[in-house]
C-alpha cells in the first residue's frame, strides 16, 4: 500500500479534529490535550539543535566558497526571499484585518489556557535559549569557514542529518496527531468556527502571492535575456508540479536543473546555481510564514508593526538558510524565531504548523520555480561581467 503524503494526513487530522471535537466526552479530548503538552515540550527541547543543525553547516560551506558567482548568487537569493516577506507583510497587513473581520480566539495571548488542559505534564526545558542557539550558530558557523575546518566541518554535517533524522522520524510522523489535538480541543471548547473561514482566506491569499511574486521574478529573468516572462515560467513548469509531490526542494533538483537548462541561460551556471538556490533561496517558504504569522496574530487580537515585524523578516533570510529538504522544514527551523521575535506562545504555534504544513508543497513549488528565474538574472549578469572582462583585456 502506498504510503499517504503529509499533506493528506495534515488535512485529515484537521477534518476529524473538527469532527470529533464536536460529540467525544472530556475525558478523551484531555487525553489528546496531554499528547500535546509532552510533543510540546519536546518540540521546544529539539529547537536549539535544530537552529544549530541548520544554521551552522550552511554558513561553514557558504563561507569556504569563493568567486563572485557565489556572492552574486547569495546577494541575488537573500534580496529574493526579503522581498518576498515585504511584499507579504504588505499585503497581509492591507487585507487580513478585512479579511479576517474581527474573528479571533478567547485569551491566546495567554498561553491558549481556554482550552482543555492535559491529565499531567513532562517537563523539557531546553539545553539552551532559542537566542542562544542562534549566536552560537553565527559564531561556530563563520569561524569553521575562516579557519577551514574540516573536522568540525564534517561534524556539524553530521549533526544536520542527525537534526534531520530527528525531524523526519520522531517530528513529522507525530505532527498530525498533535494537529488533530488541537482541532479537537478548539472544536470542544467552541472555538474552531472562526479560525477556520480565516484558515481558507489564508490559504487564499497565500497562492495568490506565489503567484505574484513567480510573475515578479520571471518578468525580471524575461525582461534581462528579452524572453517572453510566461513562456519562461511555462518551460520551468515542470519542476513546480513536481516539487508540489515531492514537498522537497533538495528532491526537486534534477526537474528543476533539466528545466531551466531548456532556457537560454549557460549549462555551468545552472549547474551551480539551481543546487545552490534549492538551500538559499525561499520566496515561497517565507511568503507562507509572513502571511500565516500575520493571521494566527491578528486572531489573537495582537496589532500588527512593520518596525517590530521587519526583523523577524531579516532573520528569517537567514535561519531558512540550508532548511533540509523534507517537508515542513523551513517552518521548523523558524518556529525559534517565531518564539522569541515574535512572542508565540504553543497554542499560536500549532495553529501555524497547521496552516503552513497545509500548503507546503505549493510554497516548496513557488521556491524551485523562482530558482529558475533568479538562475537566469544570475547568468544575464555573470555573463556581463565576464564580457567586460574580456574588453579590457584586448
Known sequence: MKKIGLLPRIILAII??????????????????????????????VIPFIIIGFIVPG????????????????????VSTIFAGLLAFFVGSWLLPSLTDGSSFQSANESGDFLLSGYFEVGMPPLMEVTTALIFAFV???????????????????????VEKVITVTIIPLLPFHIFGVFQNMTHTGQVASIMSVFLKVFVLIIALHIVMLLIQYSTAG?????????????????????????SSSATIPVTLAS????????????????????IHLSGSVITLVTCSLGVM????????????FPFILMLGVTLVAAPGVPGGAVMAAIGIMKTMLGFNELMLSLMLALYLAQDSFGTATNVTGDGALAMIVDKFSKKDKDESAQQSA
Open 223 to 247: 525582461a534581462l535575456h528579452k524572453q517572453n516572462p510566461l513562456r519562461l515560467l511555462k518551460t520551468v513548469s515542470p519542476a513546480y508540479f513536481t516539487a508540489v509531490g515531492t514537498q
Open 140 to 162: 561556530i558557523g563563520i569561524g569553521i569557514a575562516s579557519i577551514k575546518g574540516n573536522v568540525l566541518q564534517d561534524a556539524f554535517d553530521e549533526f544536520q542529518e542527525i
Open 59 to 78: 554558513i561553514a560551506h557558504m563561507g569556504r566558497s569563493a568567486g563572485k558567482l557565489l556572492g552574486l548568487s547569495t546577494v541575488l537569493a537573500y
Open 298 to 309: 491578528l486572531l489573537s487580537g495582537w496589532d500588527i508593526s512593520f518596525s517590530s515585524y
Open 260 to 279: 531551466v537548462k531548456k532556457t537560454t541561460i549557460r549549462e555551468q551556471v545552472a549547474d551551480f546555481c539551481v543546487p545552490l538556490f534549492a538551500t
Open 16 to 45: 476529524l479534529g473538527l469532527i470529533l471535537g464536536s460529540f467525544m466526552p472530556e475525558w478523551f479530548v484531555r487525553a489528546f490535550a496531554t499528547f500535546n503538552g509532552i510533543f510540546g515540550s519536546y518540540l521546544s527541547f
